[in-house]
C-alpha cells in the first residue's frame, strides 16, 4: 500500500483550487461538502465557479499572493498547463499543504478517491491513480448498499450517544446500539418515518434497557434475473436479513448480494406444481418471523403481480408480524425494454393489460374476452404451455390473427431468447421453437390496424 487512507479535518482550514475550468469545478464541488474556506486561483472563473464566489462560498484570488496558501490542508491543481502546474504545486508545498494535480499522478501527493457520502457516514474508495474508472465503478456498487437515509439516521444516534452512557448500563451498550441499527427503529428511519424512529429510541433510552427483538418480514421482487435490475431497497433488505426464503427463478447472482450469514431456504415450485405448497411457505415465513428474525421472501419479478404477495401479507398480519411489499420489476417492463418497444404508445397503445395463462389446479381459466381491445398491449404471464388456448380464446374473441406477438423467454439473463410471431401463428411458433417457461407472450392491437381493417371491409363490401 502506497498510500495511507486518511480523513481530514477540514473545519478552520483551507482548500486552495487553482485553475478555472471545468476540471477545477469538479474538485470544488467535492471539497463544497466539508467546512473548508475554498480559495479558487485563476485569472478568470467559469460560471459555476463565479456563481460560488458570488454567494460567498468560495473566495477569489485572480493572481497568486502571498497568503493564497496560509492554513491550506489541501490544493487541487488543474489549470491545464504543466509548467504553471508544477510552479503552484511547489509553492503549495512549500506552504505545507498536500497536493493533487489533477491527470499528473507523478506529481500528486494524494489522489482523489470515489466517496460515497452519507454524511456523517463517508466511504472512500482509491486505486492509488492506477484505475479510478474502477473505483467509480465499485462505489456504484457501495452507493446501493447504503440506505439513502442512512446519513441521518446516524447523526441522530450520535445526538443520543450522551443520554445513553447516562442511561444504559456499560455492559448493556453494545446491545443497545446493535438493535439501534438493525431493529425497528432503523428500518422505521430507513422507510421515512423519522419521528417514529427518535420516539422509539428515546423510549428505549428512557427504559433503561435493550427492546426486544421483533420479527419483520418483508416481500421482496428480485426483478426479472439480471441482479442489477434489484431496486436499492430490495438490495439493502437482502443484506439485513437473517433468512431469506426464495423461488426458483431467482438468480444465484442474485443472492450474492445477500448477508454472506443469512440462512437461505429454497422453496421455488414449478407451473402447476406444489411441492412447496403456499400454506407451507406461509407458515414457514410467519414462524421465523416470530422468532425475532428478519425475514426475506424473495420473489422473482414484482411480489405483486402474479406473485401470491396477498396470501403472504395476509399471514404475517394474521400473525400481528410487521410486513412490507418491496416492489420489483416485472417480467413484462424487462421484456419491453428488452424489445425497445414501450409497453404504450401514444396513439396507438393508451392500453396495457396483464394476465396469466395458468390458475391455481382446480380453478377455470383465465376470462379472456374483451382483454384484447384496438389500443391495448397484453402480457401473457405464465402462458406458454396455454399458447394454443390464448390464441383460439383472442381469436374466436375477433382479435385479429395478424396481430403481432413477441415472445420473450428468460427476460435478462444470459439464456433470454426472442421470437416473433402473430396470433394466428402463436401456437405453432411456441411448439416448433421449443419455447419453454419462464417466457412472456406479448401482443400488440395498435389501433391502426383496427382502422386499417375497418377500411379493407369497407372496400370488400
Known amino acids: 500500500m502506497k498510500n495511507f487512507p486518511m480523513f481530514l479535518r477540514m473545519d478552520g482550514r ?28 485563476a485569472p478568470e472563473l467559469d460560471p459555476e465557479l463565479s456563481g460560488l464566489v458570488a454567494s460567498g462560498r468560495a473566495v477569489h484570488h485572480p493572481a497568486l499572493r502571498e497568503d493564497t496558501f496560509d492554513r491550506a490542508a489541501l490544493a487541487f491543481v488543474a489549470t491545464g ?13 512549500r506552504a505545507g499543504a498536500v497536493v493533487n494535480v489533477v491527470d499528473r499522478p507523478g506529481m500528486c501527493d494524494a489522489f482523489t478517491p470515489s466517496i460515497v457520502d452519507r454524511d456523517p457516514v463517508v466511504v472512500a474508495i482509491g486505486t492509488e491513480g492506477a484505475a479510478p474508472v474502477l473505483g467509480r465503478a465499485i462505489k456504484t456498487e457501495v452507493e446501493t448498499m447504503l440506505p439513502p437515509r442512512l446519513g441521518p439516521f446516524v447523526a441522530l444516534a450520535g445526538r443520543l450517544r450522551d443520554a445513553v452512557a447516562e442511561r444504559i448500563a456499560p455492559s448493556a451498550r453494545r446491545g443497545f446500539w446493535e438493535w439501534a441499527f438493525s431493529g425497528e427503529a432503523y428500518r422505521a428511519h430507513i422507510d421515512g418515518r423519522e419521528t417514529a424512529a427518535a420516539e422509539l429510541l428515546k423510549a428505549a ?6 427492546p426486544a427483538t421483533t420479527g419483520h418480514i418483508a416481500l421482496v421482487g428480485a426483478g426479472p434475473g439480471a441482479r442489477d435490475l434489484l431496486t436499492l431497497r430490495a438490495v439493502q433488505r437482502l443484506q439485513q436479513a437473517d433468512v431469506i426464503f426464495y423461488d426458483r427463478l431467482v438468480d444465484p447472482e442474485v443472492l450474492e448480494l445477500a448477508r454472506r450469514d443469512a440462512d437461505r431456504v429454497f422453496v421455488g415450485k414449478e407451473v402447476g406444481a406444489s411441492s412447496w405448497p403456499q400454506d407451507r411457505i406461509d407458515a414457514l415465513i410467519v414462524a421465523e418471523a416470530s422468532r425475532g428474525r428478519r425475514v426475506v421472501r ?21 400473525a400481528g408480524i410487521e410486513v412490507e411489499l418491496v416492489p420489483g420489476i416485472t417480467a413484462a417492463s424487462a421484456a419491453a425494454a428488452s424489445l425497445q418497444q414501450p409497453l404504450t404508445e401514444r396513439g396507438e397503445i393508451d392500453t396495457f393489460v396483464a394476465t396469466t395463462g395458468t390458475c391455481r389446479p382446480g380453478d377455470a381459466n383465465p376470462q379472456r374476452a374483451g382483454l384484447a381491445r384496438p389500443g391495448s398491449s397484453v402480457a401473457f404471464y405464465m402462458a406458454v404451455e396455454r399458447a394454443a388456448q390464448v390464441e383460439s380464446d383472442l381469436l374466436a374473441d375477433g382479435v385479429p390473427a395478424c ?40 401482443l400488440r392491437y395498435p389501433k391502426s390496424m383496427a382502422v386499417a381493417g375497418s377500411e379493407q371491409a369497407r372496400a370488400v363490401a
Open 14 to 41: 483551507r482548500v486552495v483550487i487553482c485553475g478555472g475550468g471545468g476540471e477545477a469545478a469538479r474538485k470544488t464541488r467535492l471539497v463544497l461538502k466539508t467546512e473548508a474556506e475554498i480559495v479558487v486561483l
Open 81 to 93: 498547463c504543466p509548467g504553471l502546474d508544477a510552479a503552484l504545486a511547489d509553492a503549495a508545498r
Open 205 to 210: 433510552i428512557e427504559a433503561a434497557q435493550v
Open 298 to 318: 424473495l420473489k422473482s419479478g414484482d411480489p405483486s403481480v402474479f406473485g401470491r404477495a396477498g396470501e403472504e401479507l395476509a399471514a404475517a398480519r394474521a
Open 403 to 442: 396481430c403481432p406477438v413477441d415472445i420473450v423467454a428468460s427476460v435478462s439473463t444470459e439464456r433470454e431468447r426472442h421470437v416473433r410471431a402473430t396470433l394466428g401463428t402463436l401456437s405453432e411458433t411456441v411448439a416448433g421453437e421449443g419455447i419453454q417457461s419462464p417466457a412472456i407472450l406479448f
